[in-house]
């Protein structure tokens, strides 16, 4: 395998890095926004069995959904994060590799040569 070739799978592998750090940003994202709405569903939830909100059986229901949907999201999101980083780790180690494949040269000083 030539130098150029490897230079390119380091570039395509670099590339993948990348396209997984943002979708690990994402994942981080909707986790936050998984917890904030099971706290705001268990808050609503907490009101309605408290009796504040009422008796508003949408609200209940409505709490309930949130607590629910809040913890679906959060328990798929954190397995896709998990997956992304281990897939990083994975890709920033074959990079690694490659680059330790590479032939690597001295360049001189070419003021010390007399050019």
Same mark, same amino acid.
Do not use: F
């Given at each position: 395998?030539?130098?150029?070739? /490897?230079?390119?799978?380091?570039? *395509?592998i670099e590339? /993948?890095? +990348?396209?997984? %750090? +943002?979708m690990a940003e994402r994942c981080r994202k909707f986790i936050l926004a998984s917890k904030v709405l099971i706290a705001a569903g268990? %808050? $609503?939830? $907490?009101?309605?069995? $408290?009796? *504040?909100?009422?008796?508003?059986?949408v &609200?209940?229901?409505? %709490?309930? &959904?949130?607590?629910?949907?809040g913890i679906v999201s959060l328990g798929s999101n954190v397995?896709?994060? /998990?997956?992304?980083?281990?897939a990083m780790a994975e890709a920033e180690a074959l990079r690694s590799d490659l680059i330790g494949r590479i032939d690597l040269r001295l360049v001189r000083d070419a003021r010390r040569?007399? %050019?």
């Open positions: 395998m030539d130098e150029d070739d /490897r230079s390119g799978q380091i570039a *395509l590339t /993948r890095i +990348e396209q997984l %750090a +943002e268990a %808050a $609503l939830l $907490l009101g309605a069995v $408290l009796g *504040l909100l009422g008796s508003n059986a &609200a209940l229901l409505g %709490a309930i &959904a949130a607590v629910l949907g397995s896709t994060l /998990r997956q992304t980083t281990a040569l007399g %050019a």
